[in-house]
């Protein structure tokens, strides 16, 4: 289904939602129609909030962040998000925060995934996170009597995964760098995969190692190319570095971050016209191609 309608049947005001991505294949055309819909108390959870979660937190659409480290990688501050932290004045209250270790956002997934209410781990020792996050507790071994730490399942509204490809039942495959987006997908109630190409079921079958997402937990496919830009898509397009390291100048300036999204969001109806507005960019950003070798599967 097109990208306006997945939003519009999948995100509801007050959900929590997570569009997960390490640094590669992170769904900033999801984000986007977010914005473009204008929903609003949104809990966003991921392990690495980056550009999309600045955005998205200017136009308004976040009460709570979920998260265990926020940047712009490589680059510095996320100034939306550090100014809604910090926002006294304007009668809007500040954004909330529940801050994780990154095994910590880790181990809340996979308890989702596997409908656990926490998971245990040693991931705390010597921190002070837990003093600063009540929820992370302190668990004891029944076997060893080792004292652990325990963090709760996190289940989602509703997770969005960007992939390289998909049939059309939901079938998703994705290679090159990967994060946390089957346990967070398992972990939710609602999951919309986007990808960048729509293939044939007999494609996802003669090669069904890189299947990541079944198709049995998803409820909306988006077929939107260039739907993780200025993130990559390996073998598609390359990581816009120019983006990332302009994105400081914007989101340090209000003005400017609110005119970036008045053109390249809200003044614009789809990801294919927030293209058209960045002429040259698929000749800067396109993938060469290498191949990699293919794999016997017959008996």
Known sequence: MPMREAVSRFVRDGDTVVIEGFTHLI??????????????????ARLTPDLIYDQMIAAGCARKLVFSW?????VGSLHAFR????????????????????FGM????????????????????????????????????PYTGEALAAVPALNPD?????????????????????GVQKEAAFASARVIVVVEELVEESVIRSDPNRTVIPGMIVNAVVREPWGAHPSYAQGYYDRDNDFYVAWEGISRDPAKLERYLDEFVRGV????????????????????EALSAGVNYGF
């Not at 308890?111 to 004891?140: C, E, H, K, M, S």
């Open 158 to 178: 509703v997770t969005i995964v960007h992939a390289q490809r998909a049939d059309a039942a939901g079938n998703t495959q994705m290679w090159g760098l990967v």
């Open 106 to 141: 880790v181990a809340r997934f996979a308890a989702g995934a596997a409908r656990l209410p926490f998971w245990p781990l040693r991931n705390y020792a010597g921190t002070d996170l837990p003093r600063a996050n009540p929820r992370i507790q302190t668990v004891t071994c």
């Open 70 to 74: 926020a940047g712009n990688p490589g």
């Open 27 to 44: 769904c900033f055309a999801a984000g986007h129609e977010i914005i473009r819909q204008g929903r609003r108390d949104l809990t966003l």
């Open 269 to 288: 109806p789809d990801r294919s016209a927030y293209l058209a507005r960045q002429p040259g960019l698929a000749a800067r950003l396109k993938a060469k």
């Open 83 to 102: 100014r809604a932290v910090e926002r006294k004045t304007g009668g809007t209250a500040p954004l909330e925060i529940e801050e994780y270790s990154h």
